[in-house]
């Protein structure tokens, strides 16, 4: 029997997932859930975690090392922050471009407004805490946690992924240069093999996806809904046409930005990228987290797209860590929901002012779900917007986060097909059918 294609097997229990949740939810379910399935989805995402840091750091030596030279690896790294610059810079206009059409804070009414930010001054408490933390680190901060006093110790988050990059790209540098070659090659070749048996792990991991959405999914549902699903659902209707709003912004970019770029920037088709790429978005949709869905998506674009080892190794674990298309398109837009709620104009000073924050922010934001919240609060300060506003978005956050991901991770992925184009390193292949 043929084997159900992937991105199906993750609808399949996404749907289930979804549909459980649901049921769960209108059942008075919640604990049985968190006890019994909830930790599927934990552990599911432990594992994508687990195996994202030997991954970056196997794939990413074994890419070097494959490299002609240093000047092909400062090419590539120049058109990759070119290009991740020049998409987040796209994606934010494209959400003040939306936001200030729809204008979706008009209609938002004053009692709700007050009522919400009534409920969540505790939550809007820690977010700005965590953003005030941010903010405080002096300006060479970023530099300083990219490099690791312990390369052991760099696991897991997002500050840290950077730590591996950059042990891994010494150590891949080291090896092309080091000048007795005879030695070297022994060290080449386990890498080579080592990428071989992580990329089959990956596979093995992908087994369970199933039931990691599953039971990701169908928990996320049962705490989005609460102890009072009803009172839930009517809080996600007076916030539908924000996130409407955002979900057009995301859309643009990827059925219109993305293929664009693709079509004429790599002569790449949309469709042909879509079914190779189709596993990751969903994944991405499942965990809301880019870094856990990183190893799929080094995957697919090595395995199904034709992105070179040396490539992909070096674009999308960065990428990750830095390109956040659909997590800026979202902070224009919630930043200028925010201030239509309170009646506040924003003019073109601090719409371009929102357009640089945002960009830095989304550079700055962790690659794990949630985070672009809180960078949200710094986007929010740097043009006189009330935080508390914040607590106007909290409902649909998850979900929107959900969805922001789906577009962090396609942006990766086009760059990396992109950057590959362009560097003579697109190997044609079949994409599965
Ligand atoms: N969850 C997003 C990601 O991991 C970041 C965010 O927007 O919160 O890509």
Redesign the pocket.
Known sequence: MKKLALHWQIIIGLVLGLLYGLLAANSGWQEFTADWIAPWGTIFINMLKMIAVPLVLISLVNGISGLKDIAQLSSMGGKTIGFYLITTVIAVTIGLLVVNVIKPGKSFSEEVRTEMVAQNEAKVKSTEEQAQAQKESGPLQFLVDMVPANIFYASGNNRNMLQVIFFALLFGIALIIAPDASKTQAVKDFFDGANEVILKMVDIIMYFAPIGVFALLGNIMVELAGEDPAAALEILKGLAIYSITVLIGLALMVFLIYPMILKFLAGFSYREFFKGIAPAQLL?FS???????LPLTMERCEEKLGVSNKVASFVLPLG?TIN?D??SC??AVAAVFIAQVYGMDLDLADQLTIVLTATLA?IG???????????LAIVLGSVGVPLEGISLIFAV?RPL??C??VV??TGDATVATTVAYTENELIPHPVEK
């Open positions: 991405a965990t809301s987290s880019s870094a856990a869905t990750a956040m659909g997590t979202y902070q989304s934001s962790a690659a794990v779900p949630g985070a672009g919240i809180i960078m956050d986060d959900m922001r991901t962090n991770v």
